[in-house]
């Protein structure tokens, strides 16, 4: 089965040359043949990577995301893209990316069991780790972090044990710390690769496009005021420099391993965390209801203190129902408003 779905992308330059399997005598272990790469993964070249201009950054970029396009175009999924499944080659001075391990690399379904997780944390779409398929947009979303690594030189999350608490972060929305200097043409775009919403995010051939405009960008008389800008950004950002932790947090894992914690069990947290989150603001809420309570009857105590004494008792009693109900509807009225809910008038 893998074999079929490598050989079916196996015409692109930018997959790496896949051969067969053979079986280490001693071990009885399988291993994968394929080309030799002789720089190892991109996650081993970040350190350099980080150091070049970003012409040469954008030419990497636009060789993987035009790799990751052709395994979308013949309607499959990678579901495990990350640096260390993308090989560096030199071959003549010249730069070869390539795209490998495409095990789990097919349409829709997966041999996993119904709520295991497998892969990088770190380069894990929020919904694929809620228990949601992989789609296009998942992995474009690890795409994301790919960018982002070209900016700061280090894996992304390096500092944090790759655990539920990581998992649970990046769910509610945390994502790696933006690179000052980056180009904010840059930032717009790998944002967009890692919105919340995988519908909202571009497709590998959009994203391809726009780096290729700022690459390969038409002569000065066909060129766009915004493609311009964009171009200028590149061309006076500073080259980036690694001030990052280079070493990884001791529970930070960069390969693919089955998680020890279920997507049921993750959606199960953050289910408890919004609710122990609604009950606290309702608590508060409740707790500012009483205090203004509170300070509502002491002033009508205190106004109460201030009307002279009638000899018809009835209209002091009168007058106390009068301060009450125009002081609760000014309150309630008040209250509703800050639900922006309009109040009838009586």
């Not at 201009?53 to 309607?75: D, F, M």
């Not at 009508?300 to 106390?320: F, G, H, R, T, Y």
């Not at 009068?322 to 009225?333: A, T, W």
Request: hydrophobic share 35%; charged share 25%; net charge negative.
């Amino acid at each position: 089965m893998i074999w079929e779905y490598h050989t079916s992308v196996l015409t692109s330059s930018d997959i790496i040359e896949f051969y067969g399997f053979t079986k280490d005598p001693d071990t009885l272990r399988y291993m994968v043949v394929m080309d030799y790469a002789n720089k190892g993964n991109l996650r081993e070249n970040l350190a350099n990577i980080v150091t070049n201009n970003w012409n040469q950054k954008l030419y990497l970029l636009y060789e993987i995301i035009s790799g990751l396009s052709k395994i979308h175009e013949k309607n499959l999924i990678h579901c495990d893209f990350h640096d260390g499944n993308i090989l560096n080659h030199n071959n003549l001075n010249k730069e070869m990316i390539y795209i490998s391990d495409l095990g789990l690399c097919q349409p829709v379904k997966s041999f996993l069991g119904k709520y295991d997780i497998y892969g990088v944390i770190s380069f894990m779409a929020p919904e694929v780790l809620r228990g949601k398929s992989y789609t296009p947009a998942s992995d474009i979303y690890s795409f994301s972090m790919i960018m982002w690594e070209f900016t700061s030189g280090v894996p992304p999350f390096n500092n944090r044990a790759h655990d539920l608490q990581l998992s649970l972060s990046i769910c509610k929305g945390e994502r790696p710390e933006i690179i000052e200097n980056t180009p904010q043409c840059y930032v717009n775009l790998m944002k967009k690769c890692w919105n919340e919403d995988p519908l909202k995010r571009p497709s590998t051939s959009e994203v391809k496009k726009v780096i290729e405009n700022w690459i390969f960008h038409p002569g000065n008389d066909n060129i766009n005021e915004e493609l311009k800008s964009n171009i200028m950004e590149f061309i006076n950002a500073s080259i980036g420099q690694n001030n990052f932790a280079t070493k990884s947090h001791p529970k930070a894992c960069f390969k693919s391993r089955l998680l020890d914690f279920t997507s049921k069990k993750l959606n199960e947290v953050l289910e408890s965390e919004n609710s122990q989150a609604y009950h606290a603001s309702h608590s508060d809420l409740n707790d500012c209801v009483i205090r203004d309570l509170r300070s509502l009857d002491e002033s009508n105590s205190k106004k109460l203190n201030e009307i002279p004494e009638s000899e018809d008792s009835q209209a002091s009693v009168k007058a106390n129902e009068m301060l009450v109900s125009e002081d609760l509807n000014d309150y309630i009225i008040k209250g509703l408003g800050s639900l922006d809910i309009k109040a009838d008038e009586n």
